[in-house]
T-cell receptor
Framework: GENVEQHPSTLSVQEGDSAVIKCTYSDSASNYFPWYKQELGKGPQLIIDIRSNVGEKKDQRIAVTLNKTAKHFSLHITETQPEDSAVYFCAVSWGKLQFGAGTQVVVTP | EAGVAQSPRYKIIEKRQSVAFWCNPISGHATLYWYQQILGQGPKLLIQFQNNGVVDDSQLPKDRFSAERLKGVDSTLKIQPAKLEDSAVYLC???????????????FGAGTRLSVL
């Protein structure tokens, strides 16, 4: 089955700085790579996604990059704000969604 | 648009007792998923329904877990008997009809936090 590794497990950044989370996967058949944000007491919420035929996608302060050859993809958050504090999950899909273990992001004012 | 509704939000039971969780998906979403999220981990798929049929239940511990979606809308997940290791958040998600080629964007409910003592 698919194996998704996510790093780092925790990330502390100063407000205004950038945050980067990286994920690697094993199944080359994977074709869809979403990122979810989970706030305390809530379910995961999709924040950005990318298909396997695209190398980069940006939506305001967040961006995702995909390297299919190396089988890794990354989430970039620029100009971080306190409301960006949450757990972020990468996921990989080839029809079935497999999640990484999550990254706890703490943005300090 | 209403989101995925789940109840109860919290449940505390003793081991060997039974428990049931309820989920109402987003209107029009044919596909419904149940996930188990253990503290500090990502969600793990337990079962996936397309309308009222099971698409994937390969990771459902069938000796104690069961799920149904009788009319293709609401779903219930049951655990009987519960074990200590079942303590987790149980998330329900829904999406438009599932295909291998589509994104299958999943929308999650807030989950039910289960504590087994």
């Amino acid at each position: 089955g698919e194996n998704v590794e996510q790093h780092p497990s925790t990330l502390s950044v100063q407000e205004g700085d950038s945050a980067v989370i990286k994920c690697t996967y094993s199944d080359s058949a994977s074709n869809y790579f979403p990122w979810y944000k989970q706030e305390l007491g809530k379910g995961p919420q999709l924040i950005i996604d990318i298909r396997s035929n695209v190398g980069e996608k940006k939506d305001q302060r967040i961006a995702v990059t995909l390297n299919k050859t190396a089988k890794h993809f990354s989430l970039h958050i620029t100009e971080t704000q306190p409301e960006d504090s949450a757990v972020y999950f990468c996921a990989v899909s080839w029809g079935k969604l497999q999640f990484g273990a999550g990254t706890q992001v703490v943005v300090t004012p | 648009e209403a989101g995925v509704a789940q109840s109860p939000r919290y449940k505390i039971i003793e081991k060997r007792q039974s428990v049931a969780f309820w989920c109402n998906p987003i209107s029009g979403h044919a596909t419904l998923y149940w996930y188990q999220q253990i503290l500090g981990q990502g969600p793990k798929l337990l079962i996936q329904f397309q309308n009222n049929g099971v698409v994937d239940d390969s990771q459902l511990p069938k000796d104690r877990f069961s799920a149904e979606r009788l009319k293709g809308v609401d779903s219930t997940l049951k655990i009987q008997p519960a074990k200590l290791e079942d303590s987790a958040v149980y998330l329900c998600a829904s999406s438009l009809p599932w295909t291998t080629r589509a994104k299958n964007i999943q929308y999650f409910g807030a989950g039910t936090r289960l504590s087994v003592l």
